[in-house]
């Protein structure tokens, strides 16, 4: 059972990797797991081609596995294009989290996903599945 | 181990009514302390509703047959239950919903939707759930009318120093409070509210779900106008909730839900409505449901009011002793003699989901997130709390095992 919170998972919710806030970011969005009401901001900035992501940061407050799959997230797509990104499965970040999970921490494990997708379709009008508008209408709304 | 309990409640032979408390959760006996989510059932209630549909269900109030005047009965006769439970001065004041929610929500609509105004407030709480605290807010939005929120103290209590200041700012139309906090425990002072409500020409609602399970509640006592509450929250079954209201109030009032058995003559130009307490139960009730109600209502005077208010009280005041003691641990919430059987709390550093999930390994069900209270997670300052909760059938022992949870979580968080 501990699995769950195996090392690495602890490692990057105690040592988030680019946690913080980009001032000016070219993309940005924020969310909220209502059933938990943790939040997550995402910023993300583009290289010169306006595509590439060259950094990617969050902040927010959340538990140890919606904090190290954002973590874990914002590594991962580090280098990669907008489109590339808003591509990128549920499954590959699961995989990377490398755990199995209730369908309840799934939600704090895709928050950030939702989150950074939320941005780049605002930003870069690419696709968003509608498994996250509501994501993107709750942004609105408020 | 070490609590004594003053109280004439034996919670392990009451334990023997639970067959879902017989069962073992990660190879540990379950230790089910989120009741104040949902009770857990007794095999009387459950037998109760199985009898009911084995030997006398049928719709109610309509049929002239021997089954349908034996499911009215029942179904009636579980409203008498239900109304003197609460010391309603007659049954046609109590009205069956589906939880204690829809009875506030019928409040908020058949009373506030057509007595608010622009020149009115509507006052809540810092403390309440959301269920009475979004109607009013929909409702003062929707009439124009005021929105206020009594503040909280640092233990958090209602501040009632600032009713004076709310008075000053119009006319105070509706009160809406809880009598204990869904969140923290917090017992609040409904009486004096009441008797302030009414000194301004206001309403007083009552969110009781959190109350009517653990102690004796009387709508007469506490002189408020409308007090609202759930079965399930009260060993009793899901589906099934009521609200009582001053008669004069109510019978001023529009139907909540239109349609069959409210009604007194349909016609094409006009209809009119049933009497009370018909009028706020349109379409076939949870028949079955009330019936478990009923027997709820039974199983606790059985077991005694008194008896479970004190016996709760010992427990959360070993609860909070015990907690205490384990690092970086922050408690919310009143004194023990000041709040019902609920501890909330949070652990540093440690997010209160990994808090719930490290004690479900140890058999330990606790409710992690914002309690559906998040004007007072804001108030808090955080996202999410933990919270414990406790009923006739928790042990001490459960207790100490989440203690020793605590500890394993800071052991694995560090």
């Not at chain 1, 769950?4 to 797991?33: F, Q, T």
């Not at chain 1, 590439?52 to 797509?77: D, H, N, P, W, Y």
């Not at chain 1, 590959?92 to 939702?114: M, Q, V, W, Y």
């Not at chain 2, 008498?80 to 069956?96: G, H, T």
Request: include cysteine.
């Amino acid at each position: 059972m501990e699995d769950l919170y195996r090392e690495v998972i602890l490692d990057h919710y105690k040592n988030p990797r680019g946690h913080g806030v980009i001032e000016d970011a070219d993309a940005s969005a924020e969310g909220m797991n209502p059933l938990c009401g943790d939040e997550v901001a995402i910023y993300v900035s583009f290289e010169d081609d306006g595509e590439t992501i060259e950094e990617a940061k969050f902040s927010g407050r959340g538990c140890a596995i919606s904090q190290a799959s954002t973590s874990m997230l914002m590594e991962m797509v580090q280098g990669r294009t907008a489109s590339e990104v808003s591509e990128l499965s549920k499954d590959e970040l699961l995989e990377e989290i490398g755990i199995p999970l209730t369908p309840i921490r799934l939600k704090c494990a895709l928050l950030g996903l939702g989150v950074l997708k939320v941005a780049l379709h605002r930003t870069k009008g690419t696709p968003l599945p509608a498994e996250w508008a509501g994501l993107d209408e709750e942004f609105k709304v408020s | 181990m070490a609590v004594e309990t003053r109280a004439a409640l034996d919670a392990r032979k009451l334990r023997a009514d639970f067959p879902i408390l017989q069962q073992e959760i990660n190879g540990k006996p379950l230790a089910y302390l989120d009741s104040a989510a949902t009770a857990q059932k007794p095999r009387q209630v459950l037998d109760a509703m199985t009898h009911f549909y084995e030997t006398s269900h049928a719709n109610v109030h309509r049929g002239v047959y021997t089954l349908a005047e034996r499911a009215t009965e029942a179904f009636e006769g579980a409203r008498e239950k239900v109304a003197r439970f609460v010391n309603a001065p007659s049954s046609r004041e109590l009205i069956f919903t589906r939880n204690a929610t829809e009875g506030l929500n019928l409040v908020a609509y058949g009373y506030g939707l057509a007595s608010l105004g622009p020149e009115d407030l509507v006052v809540v709480t810092e403390l309440e759930h959301h269920s009475n605290f979004v109607p009013w807010q929909y409702v003062a939005k929707r009439t124009g009318a005021g929105f206020r929120m009594i503040s909280l103290t640092d233990t958090g209590e209602l501040d009632l120093d600032s009713l004076d200041a709310i008075a000053a700012e119009g006319q105070v139309k509706v009160v809406a409070a809880n009598l204990v906090s869904n969140a923290l425990g917090t017992v609040n002072p409904v009486e004096r509210l009441a008797a302030w409500a009414h000194e301004q020409g206001a309403a007083m609602v009552v969110d009781a779900a959190q109350a009517v399970p653990h102690r004796a509640v009387d709508v007469q006592a506490l002189g408020c106008d409308f007090l609202a509450f759930s079965a399930h929250k009260m060993c009793g079954p899901s589906g099934a909730g009521a609200v009582w209201g001053r008669r004069e109030l109510l019978e001023r009032m529009e139907p909540f839900n239109l349609g069959g058995h409210m009604i007194r003559k349909v016609q094409f130009e006009e209809t009119t409505w049933g009497d009370l307490p018909h009028k706020f139960e349109a379409g076939t009730s949870p028949i079955a449901e009330a019936v478990g109600f009923g027997a709820a209502v039974d199983y606790l005077l059985e077991v005694g009011l008194e008896a479970i208010e004190q016996y709760e009280h010992d427990l959360v005041a070993y609860a909070l002793e015990r907690m205490a003691a384990v690092p970086g641990i922050q408690m919310y919430g009143p004194p023990p003699e000041r709040r019902a059987g609920i501890a909330a709390f949070n652990m540093d550093g440690i997010h209160p989901h990994d808090v719930a999930q490290v004690l479900d390994w140890e058999g330990v069900a606790i409710r992690a997130g914002h309690h559906c209270c998040q004007p007072l997670m804001t108030r808090l300052g955080v996202a999410a709390t933990n919270r414990a909760s406790f009923y006739l059938y928790t042990l001490p022992d459960e207790i100490d095992r989440l203690t020793d949870g605590l500890l394993r979580a800071r052991k694995v968080f560090g």
